[in-house]
């Protein structure tokens, strides 16, 4: 039983809890086309199950393949697989149980899902399997792993809908916010080894990382993932531009809480359950459901093609308008 505990241990599945990034997919496949007649919620624990199956697939070579790094690293080197308590060949089919689960899965649901299941696999091996490992690529190795974020919104998505993909700017701001995260736990991991030789030892990248280029790099992250996220909030419905600065914020709370705890920084999952934060992404969600009921027509001023005094006139008009009806 302590053999087998192992084996599902390097599948983490308490990592499973980054599935909560399909839920928004859910929710704006809804708002585009409504609730499809032939919804059930059996089908959605399905999609969500095969996902996680992917992810666990991932996690299982990904875990094996840096037994030799981690054994560098002050918490991973208690790893089973640092310990020599993995077998190569048990692996290999934990792998091929995981993954044809999923792919089994996804056959009964959208075509896109099971594009976008196939599609988060075969990131796994780019990203952990030689020669190509794009994890030992400065700036790659966060890049790469992150384009599992925007994925997993396809996924939710294409549970719902049959268009094919989400619009492409929420794809970018996505992918984008999924590499402030990453490059928010490098900072973290960088910081709890306190060695830049023992760093680089434990991932290659680092080697050619600093702090400060990894500080530098969330920032730039998290910048490009505002700006597509304000192209969509505007494009899509203007009074969603007043998400902006709640969105902001969590963004500012995360890097926060990954400075001041490194340990934490390097177990987002573990950052995920934070109670304050689960309220915090709850009331964004009222908010923005709020505001996709609520018009403002004043905040047309920010859409407009007018001249600016004719956008001063009208925007005070169409503000005594909207106080006075």
Not at 180 to 187: D, G, I, N, Q, S
Not at 209 to 218: E, F, H, I, R
């Amino acid at each position: 039983m302590n053999e087998l505990f192992n084996y599902l241990r390097i599948a983490r599945f308490d990592h499973w809890i980054k599935n909560i990034f399909m839920i928004p997919g859910c929710l704006i496949a809804i708002s585009f086309t409504g609730l499809p007649e032939s919804f059930s919620f059996l089908y959605l624990f399905l999609g969500f199950f095969a996902a996680g199956c992917a992810a666990s697939a991932n996690y299982t070579i990904n875990e094996y393949l840096d037994a030799d790094f981690d054994r560098h690293h002050p918490v991973k080197k208690k790893r089973p697989s640092v310990l020599g308590l993995i077998k190569p060949h048990w692996v290999i089919l934990q792998y091929l149980i995981f993954a044809g689960i999923a792919i089994f899965i996804s056959t009964f649901m959208n075509p896109m899902f099971m594009v976008s299941i196939v599609v988060l696999m075969i990131m796994g091996l780019i990203y952990n399997v030689p020669p190509v490992r794009s994890k030992n690529r400065i700036y790659m190795d966060v890049l790469s792993e992150s384009i599992n974020n925007p994925l997993r919104l396809i996924l939710g998505w294409s549970l719902l809908t049959t268009i094919i993909i989400p619009p492409m700017s929420l794809i970018m701001s996505y992918w984008m916010a999924g590499a402030f995260l990453m490059a928010a736990k490098r900072v973290a991991e960088y910081r709890l080894i306190d060695d830049p030789s023992l760093a680089g030892k434990y991932r290659e990248s680092f080697k050619h990382y600093t702090d400060t280029k990894l500080l530098l790099s969330a920032f730039f992250y998290a910048l490009t993932s505002m700006l597509f996220l304000g192209v969509f909030l505007i494009k899509y419905k203007v009074e969603f531009i007043l998400l902006f600065p709640a969105v902001a914020f969590l963004f500012v709370w995360y890097l926060h809480l990954t400075l001041k705890n490194n340990e934490t920084g390097i177990s987002p999952e573990k950052m995920y359950l934070n109670p304050s934060m689960i309220l915090y992404c709850i009331f964004l969600l009222g908010l923005g459901i709020i505001l996709f009921y609520v018009d403002l027509p004043f905040m047309t001023i920010l859409v407009t093609n007018s001249t600016y005094t004719d956008m001063q006139v009208n925007s005070w008009e169409t503000i005594w308008t909207f106080i006075t009806r």
